[in-house]
């Protein structure tokens, strides 16, 4: 009890989730079950794991992708593929991301990149501001989805019976749709503010093809050897960091060596932020499962829910409901050993029910008051809040339809993880 007040009380005044935590295991260790030197053992033990290296590895693949000048690339393939249709600048935005997605993995630093090219570019072309930075925000939730992800992969790591390659699959259906869905309605449901783009030639089609292959094989070869069991998720980031650095230095050459200690120290700040959450709730987990509070939880909810329709009605609110106040991964890793368990005993599909779950915790990063996608396009936009929220509701909704559709038809989700025997 007293660890569930101090974890509530921390996170009410603002303090970080990952000090929120281990003050909270501090506030349990103190009632005299334990010692306190069992926290650090535990904050390591969690750590201990030769396949987290995968997290900061695809970090830092993806801050030098998005320093080797592939963005103006992915925009130009994108803008051959779809370019010449109604409101063909929004298409391009939506497509962009799809794109981007496999490079990244970050709906964040997707929304950073490409919101800075677009929502200027778009405004020029007549569309709304708060539309475009709104647009640029709601499309950016495809980027965790469509692997490589790194939500996926912390997923995969604290919890059973689920494997990176079958994630990874699961997730490239509901990523393509959602950006079918975002494409329809931007067709069908909003009005053309800019005037038809004329189409590419030929010539220029092929040139943006070629120069989008380049940054593209980075991603299939990375989930390309990982399904065939050439190597690891570890070392296939491994090889996309030495990818990102050749095509950076060497092919596109704009990325310079006096750039990298800025790169390596920001991809550096960015996985501590997760790895330190990661230690944390991995260290309140063991305390959690020692306490028995999955067990009776789990009891709990069997005892109520007996049906994996409601149970999955019911996760879905309360997901949605977290995703409004707490990080998206900080909320999988503290939910998902608990959740994850019943599921699986209730006959769900435990692939499907991971995508559901990071699909669902990747819609709150366009839901305030903690939504970073929305937080970053309103940055470069400038429009205020206010104006944010309003243009975003639309975009959220249709979210929410795709949301819906992938958690009662899941055979989206799980025909490619099927079709290659995962």
């Keep these: 009890m007293i660890t ?34 069992l926290l650090p053992q535990r904050i390591f033990a969690g750590m201990d794991s030769f396949t987290i290296l995968a997290i900061p ?20 393939l994108a803008n051959a593929l779809v370019g010449h249709a109604k409101a063909g600048l929004a298409q391009v935005n939506i497509w962009s ?13 997707d929304t950073s990149a490409i919101g800075r090219i677009f929502i200027p570019s778009m405004e020029k072309e007549g569309y709304p501001r708060d539309f ?49 869905a975002l494409s329809v309605y931007v067709r069908f449901f909003v009005k053309n503010h800019a005037k038809p783009r004329e189409r590419m030639n030929m010539g220029e089609k092929l040139k943006a093809i070629w120069n989008g292959l380049i940054p593209l094989f980075m991603p299939v070869f990375v989930i390309g050897s990982i399904l065939a069991g050439i190597v690891t998720p570890t070392e296939a980031a491994s090889f996309a960091v ?15 060596p006096g750039d990298l200690p800025a790169i390596f120290a920001g991809a550096m700040r960015d996985s501590s932020s997760i790895l330190i959450i990661m230690a944390t709730v991995a260290a309140a987990n063991w305390f959690m499962t020692f306490a028995g509070i999955p067990q009776t939880v789990s009891k709990f909810v069997l005892g ?20 409004l106040v707490l990080e998206g991964i900080a ?11 019943i599921a699986i005993s209730l006959g769900i599909d435990p692939t499907h029910f991971g995508i559901i779950v990071i699909f669902n915790l990747m819609i709150g990063l366009i839901t305030p008051p903690m939504g970073l996608c929305l937080f970053v396009a309103d940055a470069i936009a400038g429009v ?12 959220f909704i249709v979210e929410l339809a795709v949301l819906l559709i992938i958690t009662f038809v899941p055979g989206i989700v799980t025909f490619l993880p099927d079709l290659f025997g995962f």
């Design 4 to 37: 569930g007040v101090t974890l509530l009380a921390l996170l009410a005044i603002g303090a970080p989730v990952a000090f929120a935590i281990a003050l909270g295991i501090v506030a349990y260790i103190s009632t005299g079950t334990f010692g306190i030197d």
């Design 57 to 76: 590895l695809f970090v830092l693949a993806g801050e030098l992708m998005n320093a080797s000048g592939i963005t103006s690339r992915v925009i130009n």
């Design 97 to 109: 991301s799809v794109i981007f997605a496999g490079l990244s993995g970050s709906a964040v630093a």
């Design 132 to 180: 475009a930075a709104a647009l640029t925000a709601a499309s950016s939730v495809i980027g965790p989805i469509i692997p490589p992800s790194i939500p996926v992969i912390i997923y995969a790591l604290i919890t059973t019976n689920v494997s990176v390659p079958a994630l990874f699959l699961a997730g490239i259906v509901p990523g393509v749709l959602l950006a079918i």
């Design 242 to 256: 030495f990818y990102a650095l050749v095509v950076g230095l060497f092919v596109f050459r704009e990325l310079k």
């Design 304 to 323: 109520y829910v007996d049906s994996p329709v409601t149970f999955l009605i019911l996760i879905n609110l309360m997901l949605l409901a977290v995703g």
């Design 331 to 341: 909320a999988m890793l503290v939910l998902v050993p608990i959740l994850h368990p």
């Design 384 to 395: 205020g809040m206010a104006r944010m929220i309003r243009a975003i509701m639309p975009f």
